[in-house]
């Protein structure tokens, strides 16, 4: 175990969805395709604002991977985008 994998649907026109992992990983990442959003924006006069909005889901094996741990990676992921 150990193997980490990749899967991308937004050129197909999903948003977000989840995956299951193959057999012999340890984490699948499913990443969405990128979405326009209106959201709350109090500091503009308008009150709200476009935003670029990508879903991506991470399954992890709990044998190897322990939930909180897959949390605190998305966290630390979120940072890069």
């Known amino acids: 175990m150990g193997t980490f994998t990749i899967s991308n649907l937004g050129m197909y026109g999903v ?3 989840s995956a299951v992992i193959y057999p012999e990983q ?3 990442l499913a990443i969405g395709g990128i979405e326009t959003r ?3 924006a109090p500091d503009s006069p308008k ?3 476009h ?3 990508l879903n991506v889901t991470l399954s992890c094996d ?3 991977i ?3 741990v897959g949390a605190q990676w ?3 992921f979120k940072q890069f985008l």
């Open 66 to 68: 322990d939930g909180a």
């Open 15 to 17: 948003t977000n969805f």
């Open 74 to 76: 998305l966290q630390e």
């Open 62 to 64: 709990h044998r190897v």
């Open 38 to 40: 209106i959201l709350p």
């Open 26 to 28: 340890s984490a699948l």
């Open 51 to 53: 935003s670029s909005v």
């Open 47 to 49: 009150g709200f604002r």
